[in-house]
């Protein structure tokens, strides 16, 4: 009996943590697209879009770099997303 608990909360909490991986991962696409949207607002009023250009806006370049990171993060979280559920089904073979 003990081990059917144990397996019934391993599933609503790896349910939970893919519910909130994926709200995150919302997130910060919706971030994502409006740093996107800041970027190419700051290049258009400039008029500088090459970033090797040393007039390229420097909030411009800031806000590159933090579009990078959640980039990179928003990818991070999808690879983690996917082996959730083989960790699962191992965790249930032990169980039972």
Same mark, same amino acid.
């Given at each position: 009996?003990?081990?059917?608990?144990?397996?019934?909360?391993?599933?609503?909490?790896?349910?939970?943590?893919?519910?909130?991986?994926?709200? #995150?991962?919302? =997130? *910060?696409?919706?971030?994502?697209?409006?740093?996107?949207?800041? $970027?190419?607002?700051? &290049?258009?009023?400039?008029?500088?879009?090459?970033?090797?250009?040393?007039?390229?806006?420097? #909030?411009?370049? =800031? *806000?590159?770099?933090?579009?990078?990171?959640?980039?990179?993060? $928003?990818?991070?979280? &999808?690879?983690?997303?996917?082996?959730?559920?083989?960790?699962?089904?191992?965790?249930?073979?032990?169980?039972?």
């Amino acid at each position: 009996m003990a081990n059917l608990y144990l397996l019934e909360t391993l599933r609503e909490t790896a349910g939970t943590n893919r519910l909130q991986i994926a709200t #995150l991962i919302g =997130s *910060l696409s919706r971030t994502f697209e409006l740093l996107t949207v800041d $970027i190419e607002h700051d &290049e258009s009023r400039v008029g500088v879009r090459d970033e090797s250009d040393p007039a390229y806006p420097v #909030l411009a370049r =800031s *806000l590159r770099a933090r579009r990078d990171n959640i980039g990179a993060t $928003i990818a991070m979280l &999808e690879n983690l997303r996917a082996p959730k559920a083989s960790a699962l089904d191992t965790t249930e073979r032990e169980v039972a």
